[in-house]
T-cell receptor, first 112, second 113 residues
Framework: NAGVTQTPKFRILKIGQSMTLQCTQD?????MYWYRQDPGMGLKLIYYSVGAGITDKGEVPNGYNVSRSTTEDFPLRLELAAPSQTSVYFC???????????FGSGTRLTVV | GDSVTQMEGPVTLSEEAFLTINCTYTATGYPSLFWYVQYPGEGLQLLLKATKADDKGSNKGFEATYRKETTSFHLEKGSVQVSDSAVYFCALSPNTNAGKSTFGDGTTLTVKP
């Protein structure tokens, strides 16, 4: 049981480039999330989804887009990368409010 | 809106010392409460949880009790080890609208031999 799988683990982007961070879960969870964690800081919610075909903004959505075409996959798209998007990105899934999150191992992104 | 306030860190303890990390919350209704742990260079892992008032969550020697009267969920461990050095996050998840879970800012624990 792989849980939540994120790829890539590391990436360096140049300003203005675009990329997609991949996230896949094999637990049939309806709820999925994208967070960013800046150095020494807590988690900030970027986008979330309560099921296939449904997405909604979190507290810091600007500069990002998501889609949820299947239950398993929840990719995060960065358009026109900026240095302010340098961060560690975590994807998570949850089966229900009482169960807690399962996190991926993260993607460390540097924009130069 | 919902909020979670954690004891500010960093916290430095000697091995075998007693650990308390305070967590208080503000929420409507009856949320579920969680502690997560993040070891260096890794993602967050669920450490323990409690889903209703007076429940005690426990795992790996850590404990926390859901206190509705004081809106608290303090993390405790009787004897910490060097391997417990990590960042600890308190979080709540409302029983409605599961997309709006709220995390505290995290408390960094360093245990010295």
């Amino acid at each position: 049981n792989a849980g939540v799988t994120q790829t890539p683990k590391f990436r360096i982007l140049k300003i203005g480039q675009s990329m997609t961070l991949q996230c896949t879960q094999d637990m049939n969870h309806n709820y999925m999330y994208w967070y960013r964690q800046d150095p020494g800081m807590g988690l900030k919610l970027i986008y979330y989804s309560v099921g296939a075909g449904i997405t909604d903004k979190g507290e810091v959505p600007n500069g990002y887009n998501v889609s949820r075409s299947t239950t398993e996959d929840f990719p995060l798209r960065l358009e026109l990368a900026a240095p302010s998007q340098t961060s560690v990105y975590f994807c998570a899934s949850m089966g229900g409010a009482n169960y807690g999150y399962t996190f991926g191992s993260g993607t460390r992104l540097t924009v130069v | 809106g919902d909020s979670v306030t954690q004891m500010e860190g960093p916290v430095t303890l000697s091995e075998e010392a007693f650990l308390t990390i305070n967590c208080t919350y503000t929420a409507t209704g009856y949320p579920s409460l969680f502690w997560y742990v993040q070891y260096p260079g890794e993602g967050l892992q669920l450490l323990l949880k409690a889903t209703k008032a007076d429940d005690k969550g426990s795992n790996k020697g850590f404990e926390a009790t859901y206190r509705k009267e004081t809106t608290s969920f303090h993390l405790e461990k009787g004897s910490v080890q060097v391997s417990d050095s990590a960042v600890y996050f308190c979080a709540l998840s409302p029983n409605t609208n599961a997309g709006k879970s709220t995390f505290g800012d995290g408390t960094t624990l360093t245990v010295k031999p």
